[in-house]
């Protein structure tokens, strides 16, 4: 029998504006408790501006053996790669 309560996953970022980044995992009943152990954990030295919580049961992946399906379809349509535009001259921020 299971005793442990749910298995969070913690994502952190460390100043606004920046991507959040996988930290870690908490054990936590619901997203409150999460948070609460996520600062505990990986935020004790005001290391971080932004936390998010994600239930590790929520989380879907793939695996390996999509790898073709997901992954290969891409490299038949050169339009997806930034190979095949030409940049116009005086073009800014592109």
Known sequence: MDTQLDLWEVFVQSK????????GSVHASD?????????????????ASGLWVVR????????????????????DKIYRHPTFYQVPAGAKNI
């Open 16 to 23: 606004p504006g920046q991507s959040y980044k996988h930290a």
């Open 56 to 75: 590790a049961a929520d989380i879907a992946a793939s695996s390996l053996s999509d790898h073709d399906m997901l992954f290969d379809p891409a490299n």
């Open 31 to 47: 997203k409150q408790m999460a948070l609460q152990n996520a600062r505990d954990v990986y935020t004790r030295r005001g290391e």
